[in-house]
C-alpha cells in the first residue's frame, strides 16, 4: 500500500495585500519514497504550496498532514517539521545566511545544538558527498549560481530530511551541472529520502519522475505515473505546459517503426532505445 509522507487537504491560501487567492483547494499527497515532479505555468502556485510543506506558511482554509497526523503550528512542532521536510528555495540567496561554505552548512546543525563534534563530522561528510570541499572556506559571495544551488541543496540535505521539496533547482544551470544535479538526486531519493521537484522542463520531468502531479489555478488537476500523464496530452498542451521531446520524437516515427513496439509512448530516451533494439532483435 503507498504511504502519503506529506498531504495537502484543500488548502487555501491569499497573500495578505496580494491580488486574491492563490491556493483554492489543492489537494494531493506526496508518495513515501517516490521521484515526484510537480508541473504548472508561471503564477499557479506551486512555490506557495511548497511554503505551507514545511509549515512556513500556515492555510487560511483545509489541512497539511504528515503521515496522516495533522501539522500544529506551534513552534516546537514546527522545528520538528522543517526537519523531516527540507525546502530548497528557487533562488539560492533566499537560502544562503552564513559567510562561508562550511559555516552556511553548519547553520542548521548548530541550530539544533548538536556536539561540535557530531558538526564537524557531518559538515565535512557532506562537503565530499557535494564535491564542495575544495569550497569550505571561500566566501558565498564568491561561487557561481551553480555551486550556490549545490550548497543550498547541501545545507539542507545535512540535516537529512524525509521529503525534500527543490523549487525549480535546475533554472539557469547548464547542461552538465544540471546532469550533476540530477545524478545528485538519485543519489538522494536511492539513500531514501522522497522527492518533489516543480519545474517546467517538462524533458527532465518525464525524464526523471515516477510520479507527476499537475497545479493549475490554485488547484490539483492531474496526479498520475509519467505514462499516465502523456496519454493525457491535450491537458498539458492546454495548460501551455507543452509536451517533452521524448513524445515529439515518437510523434516523428513512421507507424511502420512503432508498430511491434510494444506499449504506448516511452517517457524517456533510454526507453525509447531499449524498445527499438527490442523491435529489431524481434524483426531479425
Ligand atoms: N509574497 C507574496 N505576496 C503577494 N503575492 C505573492 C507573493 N508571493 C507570490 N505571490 C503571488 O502568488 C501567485 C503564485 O505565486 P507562486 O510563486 O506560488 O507561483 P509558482 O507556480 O511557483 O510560479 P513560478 O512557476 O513562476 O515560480 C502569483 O500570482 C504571485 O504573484
Redesign the pocket.
Known amino acids: 500500500m503507498t504511504v502519503m509522507l506529506l498531504e495537502f487537504d484543500d488548502l487555501h491560501y491569499s ?1 495578505p ?3 486574491g487567492p ?1 491556493l483554492q483547494g489543492v489537494s494531493f499527497g506526496i508518495p513515501e519514497g517516490k521521484k515526484c515532479v510537480l508541473l ?10 511548497f511554503l505551507h510543506g514545511n509549515g512556513i506558511i500556515q492555510p487560511q482554509k483545509g489541512q497539511v498532514s504528515w503521515r496522516g497526523v495533522p501539522f500544529v503550528y506551534k513552534r516546537q512542532a514546527l522545528q520538528e517539521m522543517t526537519q523531516r521536510v527540507g525546502l530548497v528555495f ?1 533562488d539560492p540567496e533566499h537560502q544562503l545566511i552564513a559567510s562561508t561554505v562550511s559555516e552556511d552548512i553548519s547553520y542548521g546543525l548548530c541550530n539544533r545544538k548538536l556536539p561540535p563534534e557530531v558538526i564537524r563530522a557531518k559538515v565535512e561528510s557532506i562537503l565530499n558527498v557535494f564535491g564542495l570541499r575544495e569550497l569550505a572556506d571561500a566566501p558565498i559571495h564568491h561561487l557561481s549560481l551553480g555551486q550556490k544551488r549545490r550548497l543550498a541543496l547541501a545545507g539542507v540535505m545535512v540535516l537529512e530530511p524525509e521529503l525534500l521539496l527543490l ?2 533547482p535546475t533554472a539557469y544551470l547548464d547542461r552538465y551541472q544540471t546532469k550533476n544535479l540530477l545524478r545528485e538526486l538519485d543519489h538522494i531519493h536511492q539513500s531514501g529520502t522522497t522527492v518533489l521537484m ?1 519545474t ?1 522542463d517538462m524533458d527532465i520531468a518525464f525524464e526523471w519522475a515516477e510520479w507527476i502531479c499537475v ?1 493549475d489555478g490554485g488547484q490539483l488537476v492531474f496526479a498520475g505515473e509519467p505514462q499516465e500523464a502523456l496519454e493525457k496530452r491535450e491537458m498539458l498542451e492546454s495548460l501551455h505546459l507543452g509536451l517533452p521531446l521524448i513524445a515529439e520524437v515518437w510523434d516523428a516515427l513512421p507507424d511502420t517503426v512503432k508498430q511491434g513496439m510494444e506499449g504506448s509512448i516511452p517517457t524517456s530516451v533510454d526507453e525509447l532505445k531499449q524498445r527499438l533494439a527490442g523491435r529489431l532483435v524481434s524483426s531479425r
Open positions: 497573500y495585500g496580494g491580488r492563490v504548472g505555468r508561471n503564477g499557479c502556485g506551486k512555490s506557495t504550496l528557487q523549487d525549480e516543480a517546467h497545479m
